[in-house]
């Protein structure tokens, strides 16, 4: 059975998970509109990763005797300045996400829950691959500026930059 705490935490961060997934549809939406195809197929995947997070969420509250509370989402921005003011509020987002995850252990720890604390590594371990993905993006669009031909570049192959070639140049 779920402590309080833990339980009401939890939904805390299935509301997040699912405003995420609500974010990042958006943010492909836009991308879409903008002509940036690639970057809109990779954002509409991005968005139902984030919805099988809240999946997750969902099952194990319930599994272990909680309430999942399918939440009301806030409408997400529909317009942004550029590509690269997206994705850098895409690595804050996700660097807000992190702290929200590791808040959550603390609470599991707090509570004596190390089932829910294991199961959390799943996420703390995504949100580190999440992150450096981010950033790698930030990194790429950066050092393409206003290149026009680079931005093409970019959207073609963006689906093409993984977590592995996120993570290897500094590990
Ligand atoms: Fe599920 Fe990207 O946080």
Redesign the pocket.
Known sequence: MLKPKVESALNNQLLI?AE?SQIYLAMASWAETQGLGGTAQFLYKHSDE?RI?MLKLVQYINERGGKAIIPALSKPTKEYKSLNSMFETLLNH?IM?SEKINDLVETCLKEKDYTTQNFLQW?VA??IE?EALARTIMDKLKMIGADKSGLYMFDRDIETITIQSSVAPNQ
Do not use: R, T
């Open positions: 998970e995420s984030e997070h996700e996400v996420y995504e949100q999440e």
